[in-house]
């Protein structure tokens, strides 16, 4: 292969080297741009001479400012680049360039199962949630159980899930930060993949008691409190009888029509470099311009790698009063870092920098692609569930379990892209998995569901592999596709989002 690299925007004065392996000092670009340096791939290489202080461009803003000069054809590596500030969040434009709406995308559906309370799921599953982690391995313990011995009676079912998580005693349960945890797991707990309509096991002395879980919902003729049973043989008995009655009324389900515009799909990054912003962060965005387009809800979050690139996102947003909302959960979170000693700089990982992202600023340009191009609709808070329909930005954390479990509460689909690769999945919700690179999807070829590390190479187009993505998630969600995560059942526990105080 020769030498190649990536430019993203006319205004960049970098690109990074696509060459497997990278490539070696003396090797010449076919504009004949020579390589001073080797350069690892995915890295950034310079076009052109700068002087120290010159601004580094990428995507057409800056992701910095040069320490030293670097003469063109150097590799611009992370400690030559200092981090700009945040962009101020009191001086942004507000929906001063909203999008058009597309035409729409009609005539597309898939099969899903349709609840009592009109939600629609893609997943036909016996949820068992729990109030308190102590009784965690208890009902795991029965759910492994049912699995064994139950589960196989009832072929209509995909699926029994312990909704357990590390919340529920020992916190400031009226804490104003413990809000958050109480409501995503009450939204988990009812999800659309259960039917909404939970087996609830309960401790009985916890802070966090099914009241409080799951308000204005009877969840007496579903609880099963640990305390008021003899013994562990008659808790799980219990447990199982109870399992047994659900799953034969989850057995009578079907799959049936629905639109497209029942789809509320989640959209995350993780284990990002510096070809998720070229590959499959825009190949996301496009399927999710086409999501929207056919009348479904697309979420994408993690406040962390949106706050660098925020100036970019407020003029598309709907309204100004949207714009302010997204402003808010920006500055929530800035006010929460503080409160800990840390800044957005400590999102970046090893992994991140050895993929060639320099800091957050390019990281967050690169993920923001997977918003698309469509207005933003609506902003929802930390534990909110999303309503709205069209593109919505829900506050979350950007590490990935946390931002996961967060959008449980809302997504019956998920699509995460990823650079590095991690192997993560949710037992909930279908999660598709996305590679940057054609190596990582050849060389983890049976935990990538698709490759759209194409569109680099030339193979494809950002257009084609949105198109391909947006089929699959059709599929998926149908049940005739399964998941790599699905297949080999790799689900990854919950893990709320949990600023308040732990007693």
């Known amino acids: 292969m020769d030498p190649l690299f990536v430019k993203i925007h006319p205004r960049d004065n970098v690109a990074i080297v696509a060459n497997p392996g990278g490539l070696s000092a003396g090797d010449v670009f076919s504009n004949g741009l020579i390589l001073r340096d080797p350069v690892p791939q995915?890295?950034?290489?310079?076009?052109?001479?700068?002087p120290a202080g010159a601004a580094v461009l990428r995507y057409g803003q800056i992701i910095g400012h040069l320490r030293r000069e670097l003469a063109a054809g150097s590799w611009v590596r992370e400690d030559f680049v200092e981090m700009p500030g945040a962009p101020d969040l009191a001086s942004l434009a507000l929906a001063t360039a909203v999008p058009q709406p597309q035409a729409p995308l009609v005539g597309y559906s898939f099969e899903g199962y349709r609840n009592a309370d009109g939600s629609a799921g893609t997943k036909n599953i016996l949820g068992i949630t729990t109030t308190v982690q102590c009784v965690a391995p208890t009902v795991e313990y029965a759910i492994r159980r049912i699995k064994t011995e139950l589960l196989p009676r009832f072929p209509n079912v995909d699926d029994a899930v312990a909704i357990t998580h590390s919340y529920g005693c020992g916190v400031a349960i009226d804490a104003p930060g413990a809000a958050i945890p109480i409501a995503t797991l009450g939204h988990i707990s009812r999800h659309a993949n259960i039917a909404g309509a939970p087996l609830v096991v309960s401790?009985?002395?916890?802070?966090?008691q099914p009241i409080r879980l799951l308000p204005a919902y009877d969840v007496q003729p579903n609880l099963i409190r640990l305390q008021d049973h003899n013994g562990f043989g008659e808790i799980v008995s219990t447990i199982m009888e109870a399992a047994e009655r659900r799953l034969a009324e989850l057995d009578r389900r079907r799959r049936t029509v629905l639109p497209a515009s029942e789809l509320i799909v989640g959209l995350q990054c993780g284990g990002s470099d510096a070809f998720s912003g070229v590959t499959c962060n825009p190949a996301l965005g496009f399927a999710a311009d086409l999501l929207v387009r056919a009348g479904a809800t697309v979420i994408f979050s993690e406040v962390s790698e949106v706050r660098d690139a925020v100036h970019l996102l407020t003029p598309r947003c709907a309204t100004p009063q949207i714009a302010l909302d997204l402003i808010r959960e920006m500055r929530w979170y800035d006010e929460y870092?503080?409160?800990?000693?840390?800044?957005?700089?400590?999102?970046?990982?090893?992994?991140?920098?050895?993929?060639?992202?320099?800091?957050i600023v390019e990281k967050s340009l690169g993920s923001i692609a997977k918003s698309g191009s469509s207005a933003i609709s609506a902003v929802a808070t930390h534990g909110q569930k999303v309503s709205a329909k069209g593109l919505v930005f829900a506050a979350t954390p950007a590490s990935d379990f946390i931002c996961g479990t967060q959008q449980l509460a809302s997504m019956n689909m998920h699509v995460f892209t990823t650079g590095e690769g991690t192997p993560y999945g949710l037992a909930l919700v279908p999660v598709i998995k996305v590679s940057s690179q054609s190596a990582l999807a050849k060389r983890w070829g049976d935990l990538i569901?698709?490759?759209?590390g194409r569109i680099a190479t030339g193979e494809a187009t950002i257009e084609s592999v949105g198109w391909d993505l947006f089929h699959l998630i059709i599929e998926v969600a149908s049940g005739r596709k399964r998941t790599w995560a699905d297949h080999w059942g790799l689900h990854n526990a919950l893990a709320p989002f949990n600023p308040g105080p732990v007693t």
Do not use: F, I, Q, W
């Open 337 to 359: 870092l503080a409160r800990g000693y840390a800044d957005r700089s400590a999102n970046t990982t090893p992994g991140n920098k050895r993929g060639g992202l320099v800091n």
């Open 449 to 452: 569901d698709l490759d759209a």
């Open 203 to 208: 401790l009985g002395c916890e802070k966090m």
């Open 42 to 50: 995915a890295h950034k290489v310079t076009l052109t001479d700068l």
